[in-house]
C-alpha cells in the first residue's frame, strides 16, 4: 500500500508512480476513501528496489506491506478506517437493517409499496427487493426487469435507499445507470470472479455499495474475504460481507446458519459484517431468533426478509419472509442488544 504525504497524488505524481511500478511489470490501482485515496501495489512480487525507488519520491509518506493474500481487505490495510453509510447509518459503528421482499411481482406493485413504507416505519434503513432471482428449476419465476421501476419508485416515495440482486454483467450495468444504491452478489455467484470484477470495476467512484453474500460451498473464512478483495482491488472500497448459511443443511432449517464467522470476519477485515437470517434458517418463525443471535455475535446489520402478507408474495416470501411488525421488534431488540455488545468489547478490548 503506497501512503501519500497528502490525502490523494496529483495526476503526474500517479503517473511517476505508475512508470516506476511498471519497470517491475506491477500494476497501481487507486481505491478511493471518503477522506483520502489509497494506492494498492498489484502483483506478485514487490522488491525491495521497486519499495525503495517509491518511497524516496518526496511525496510519498511510505509504503505499508501486508502479510496476508487480502491485502486491500486486511485489517492491517490503510483502508482500515474505511466506513460505509447505509441510510443515515455509518458502518462499521452504527447499525443497519436492510429490509424488504425477496422478489418484487411486478403484477403486483401495490404489494412492494405497502411493504416499503412498512419497513421504513419499523425501522429500517434500506429497502431490498429482488428484480431478477437466480432459481434451481428453469421452470419457476425468475424476476423481471419491470421490477426495478418498481423497486426505484418506492425509493422515491420512501426515501430509502434501494438494494437488489445482479447475477451477470448486464443486469450490474443496468442497475448502476438506474442509480441503485446497492447491488447484491448472492450466494451462487460469490465464486464467479469475473462478475465480481467487473461489478468492482463499474462500481469504482460511484458510492454504490455492494453486499457480498457468502457462498454456501466456501470453506475457510479467507476463501469469502478474498472474494471481496476481486471487487476492492477493482476500485470500489464500499463492500458488506453478508454471512448467509451454508451446506449441509441442518435439520429442519433451510441451512447451515453460519453467524459465528462474525467474530471471525471482524478480526481479519475492516468490512461491515451484514448477517442475513432469514436464509440462513428458511423460516419466518426462527429468524427473529437467529437474527438476535448474530447481534450477539457483533454484526454490524441484518438483512431480513419482510412482506407485508406474506403468503401471498413470490420466492422465498412464503416460508421466511417476516411481517413488518414483527420487524420492528426485532430492530428494537437489536439496536439495544448491539450497543450493549459494543460496551461489552470495549471492556473486554481494555482489560
Not at 67 to 96: C, N, W
Not at 117 to 130: E, I, P, T, Y
Not at 183 to 204: H, P
Request: charged fraction near 20%.
Amino acid at each position: 500500500m503506497i501512503i501519500p504525504l497528502l490525502p490523494r497524488l496529483t495526476d503526474a505524481e500517479l503517473k511517476e508512480v505508475t512508470e516506476i511500478a511498471a519497470e517491475f511489470g506491477v500494476g497501481i490501482q487507486t481505491i478511493h476513501g471518503a477522506q483520502r485515496s489509497i494506492y494498492a501495489l498489484m502483483g506478485d512480487e514487490t522488491t525491495q528496489e521497486l519499495i525503495n525507488r517509491i518511497e524516496g519520491l518526496p511525496y510519498i509518506d511510505r509504503i505499508d506491506r501486508v502479510q496476508v493474500p487480502y491485502k486491500l481487505m486486511a485489517r492491517e490495510s490503510s483502508l482500515a478506517q474505511h466506513q460505509i453509510t447505509v441510510g443515515s447509518r455509518v458502518l462499521p459503528g452504527d447499525f443497519a437493517v436492510i429490509a424488504g421482499h425477496c422478489t418484487i411481482d411486478p403484477n403486483n406493485r401495490n404489494f412492494f409499496l405497502e411493504t416499503a413504507h412498512a419497513v421504513k416505519a419499523a425501522g429500517a434503513d434500506m429497502l431490498r427487493g429482488g428484480v431478477w432471482k437466480p432459481r434451481t428449476s428453469p421452470h419457476s419465476f425468475q424476476g423481471d426487469a419491470k421490477s426495478l421501476d418498481i423497486l426505484l419508485e418506492a425509493r422515491e416515495v420512501t426515501g430509502l435507499p434501494v438494494n437488489t440482486e445482479v447475477m451477470d454483467f448486464e443486469q450490474a450495468r443496468i442497475c448502476v445507470d438506474a442509480g441503485v444504491d446497492s447491488l447484491q452478489i448472492g450466494a451462487r455467484s460469490a465464486l464467479n470472479y469475473r462478475l465480481l470484477q467487473e461489478v468492482g470495476r463499474i462500481t469504482k467512484g460511484t458510492g454504490t455499495r455492494v453486499l457480498l453474500k457468502r457462498s454456501m460451498h466456501m470453506g475457510p473464512i479467507s476463501e469469502f474475504i478474498l472474494a471481496g478483495e476481486y471487487i476492492v482491488a477493482q476500485g470500489n472500497p464500499n463492500i458488506m460481507l453478508c454471512p448467509r448459511g451454508t451446506v449441509p443443511g441442518m435439520d429442519g432449517y433451510r441451512n447451515h446458519p453460519d453467524e459465528c464467522i462474525t467474530p471471525l470476519l471482524k478480526e481479519k477485515t475492516w468490512a461491515p459484517v451484514i448477517v442475513d437470517p432469514s436464509h440462513s434458517v428458511g423460516k419466518a418463525v426462527y429468524v427473529p431468533h437467529a437474527a438476535i443471535a448474530a447481534v450477539a455475535y457483533g454484526a454490524d446489520g441484518l438483512v431480513i426478509e419482510t412482506h407485508c402478507q406474506p403468503k401471498r408474495g413470490v420466492g422465498d416470501d412464503p416460508k421466511q419472509a417476516i411481517t413488518p411488525d414483527v420487524l420492528a421488534q426485532v430492530i428494537k431488540e437489536a439496536r439495544g442488544l448491539h450497543t450493549r455488545m459494543k460496551s461489552m468489547t470495549k471492556t473486554l478490548q481494555a482489560a
